[in-house]
């Protein structure tokens, strides 16, 4: 095999980043293009941080527990009057301080 052919076949070996394309107004190009040049980045650079942000809150917005108002008070009312702990509760704390006592 030539180092030609092999060179070539290397890099089509190496693995790419995926591919995302979108279609935008000249008006939001060219925001973006600005923000990208305020930020001293190219800007796919500044796409890609920016869309990591974005979905990494998404994510995190999603995650985080969100009750209704009738449930929020349930769970106020179960702090401030919690009920009597049951059989098996207090099996579990006698079991925990035999072990860690």
Do not use: C, W
Not at 67 to 93: H, T
Request: without cysteine.
């Amino acid at each position: 095999m030539t180092e030609a052919v092999s060179a070539s076949m290397t890099r089509r070996a190496k693995p790419q980043g995926a591919r995302l394309e979108a279609r935008m107004s000249p008006e939001l190009h060219m925001t973006v293009k600005r923000a990208a040049e305020i930020q001293g980045r190219t800007v796919t650079d500044f796409v890609v941080h920016t869309l990591q942000i974005a979905a990494t809150q998404a994510i995190e917005e999603a995650d985080l527990v969100r009750l209704s108002l009738s449930d929020q008070q349930l769970f106020a009312q179960a702090l401030i009057s919690p009920p009597e702990p049951n059989a098996a509760l207090k099996r579990a704390v006698d079991r925990y301080n035999k072990l860690l006592g």
